[in-house]
């Protein structure tokens, strides 16, 4: 049972690239979130699912896209990396909604250069 | 509408010393209240959750909190710090009512000394 899986752990992206950060978890949540976090700021919601096929927008979702085809599977994908993104993505999952335990993945650290 | 405030950014204490890490809420709602703790280069992970019912909730690692309405605050405490405890802890809320999201506070990073 590995939890909340992330890759890659570590990425350079320069101005305008694209990317996905991929999520994947093993414990048949129907929850997915993706958070960044930055120093001082606490998580910000970006992006959170309620199911496969079902995705809506948190806090902070500029700049940013998902899809959930899979129960398992919660990619967020950058388009047109801008230096305000660099930061570190959690995801993380839970089996019910925001009063359940949220588990989460080991981050990915992203630097927009 | 719901916030959070954790009142210190940085807490220091020297092992064995009282830990308090403090929080404060504000919720129209009754609310679901929840602290984790990020170790370096880690996720989260909770330590202990209020929903409802008894006000004093133990956690992992011999952490507990309080939860009081009048006070609006659910802080942390553990009696006797280690030097592993030296992390990140976060204070979250959340409310059981659709649509509501988990707002974490801006986390509180104690460190151990010894």
């Known amino acids: 049972n590995a939890g909340v899986t992330q890759t890659p752990k570590f990425r350079i992206l320069k101005i305008g690239q694209s990317m996905t950060l991929q999520c994947t978890q093993d414990?048949?949540?129907?929850?997915m979130y993706w958070y960044r976090q930055d120093p001082g700021m606490g998580l910000k919601l970006i992006y959170y699912?309620?199911?496969?096929?079902?995705?809506d927008k948190g806090e902070v979702p500029n700049g940013y896209n998902v899809s959930r085809s899979t129960t398992e599977d919660f990619p967020l994908r950058l388009e047109l990396a801008a230096p305000s993104q660099t930061s570190v993505y959690f995801c993380a999952s839970s089996p019910q909604g925001y009063t359940d335990t949220q588990y989460f993945g080991p981050g990915t650290r992203l630097t927009v250069l | 509408a719901q916030s959070v405030t954790q009142l210190g950014s940085h807490v220091s204490v020297s092992e064995g010393a009282l830990v308090l890490l403090r929080c404060n809420y504000s919720?129209?709602?009754?609310?679901?209240l929840f602290w984790y703790v990020q170790y370096p280069n880690q996720g989260l992970q909770l330590l202990l959750k209020y929903t409802t019912g008894a006000t004093l909730v133990k956690g992992i690692n011999g952490f507990e909190a309080e939860f009081k309405k009048s006070e609006t605050s659910f802080h942390l405490t553990k009696p006797s710090a280690h030097m592993s405890d030296a992390a990140e802890y976060f204070c979250a809320v959340s409310a059981n009512q659709a649509g509501t999201a988990l707002i974490f506070g801006k986390g509180t990073t104690l460190s151990v000394s010894s």
């Open positions: 919720s129209s709602v009754p609310p679901y």
């Open positions: 414990m048949n949540h129907n929850y």
């Open positions: 699912s309620v199911g496969a096929g079902i995705t």
